[in-house]
């Protein structure tokens, strides 16, 4: 069936570098593209979303990059710092549809 | 503004048990949906509800069943629990079925 995916499962940076987490989506009807962050214990936190009439969209510190074309999305996190650790999903939504489909997650573990 | 509460935080049960979950959705949310995620996965879609009614549901058994109230709270239910039946139970409200979904912090369900 369709899936969202993603490349990997694990993401080590350094505190003040740049974090870049990708995602793949299968199903081409996807027209809503959310961003989440979940920390241990805790329910996912949006971050950030965006549709598929663009191809870009910044919020504080974090950027997400649609390509429709090979369908992949990214995630940007500028000056990554100790809180930005956690899990990331991307999730997708065909728009009509009710449910959001979550890949499995990456984690981004920030160094000193 | 208050946010997706969600209630109990954690609950053991026998296998065989009921189970009913509660959430209660953000201000000004009318849309809730309900989402399991197992230990090191993504979440997995239940169900939505929309104006008290169910508006898309994913692969699981009728034995997941759920409401929706007139101040858009919602509960799932879950009968004949399975040892598999074991993960954390989120509640997401949003202000319109393909927006952004706004996550509870979860109740995390243990079937013995």
């Known amino acids: 069936g369709e899936s969202v995916g993603l490349h990997l499962p694990t993401l080590s940076v350094q505190e003040g570098d740049n974090s870049i987490i990708n995602c793949a989506y299968s199903?081409?009807?996807?027209?809503?593209f959310i961003w989440y962050k979940q920390e241990s214990g805790k329910g996912p936190q949006f971050i950030i979303d965006?549709?598929?009439?663009?191809d870009k969209r910044q919020g504080q510190r974090v950027t997400v990059l649609l390509n429709k074309t090979v369908k992949h999305l990214s995630l940007q996190i500028a000056a990554t710092q100790p809180g930005d650790s956690a899990v990331y999903f991307c999730?997708?939504?065909?728009?009509?549809?009710?449910?959001?489909?979550f890949g499995t997650g990456t984690r981004l573990q920030v160094t000193l | 503004e208050t946010g997706v509460t969600q209630s109990p935080t954690h609950l053991i049960k026998t296998r065989g048990q009921q189970v009913t979950l509660r959430c209660s959705s953000q201000?000004?949310?009318?849309?809730v949906s309900w989402y399991q995620q197992a230990l090191g996965q993504g979440p997995q879609f239940i169900f939505q509800?929309?104006?008290?009614?169910?508006?898309g549901r994913g692969n699981f058994p009728p034995r997941f069943s759920g409401l929706q109230f007139p101040n858009y709270s919602s509960e799932l239910n879950v009968n004949a629990l399975e040892l598999d039946d074991s993960a954390l139970y989120l509640c997401?409200?949003?202000?319109?079925?393909?927006?952004?979904?706004?996550f509870g912090p979860g109740t995390r369900l243990t079937v013995t």
């Open positions: 965006i549709r598929s009439n663009m």
């Open positions: 201000s000004g949310h009318n849309t």
């Open positions: 509800y929309y104006r008290e009614e169910e508006n």
């Open positions: 199903n081409s009807a996807s027209d809503y």
């Open positions: 997401a409200s949003s202000s319109g079925t393909g927006e952004g979904q706004y």
């Open positions: 999730a997708e939504n065909p728009g009509t549809a009710s449910k959001l489909t």
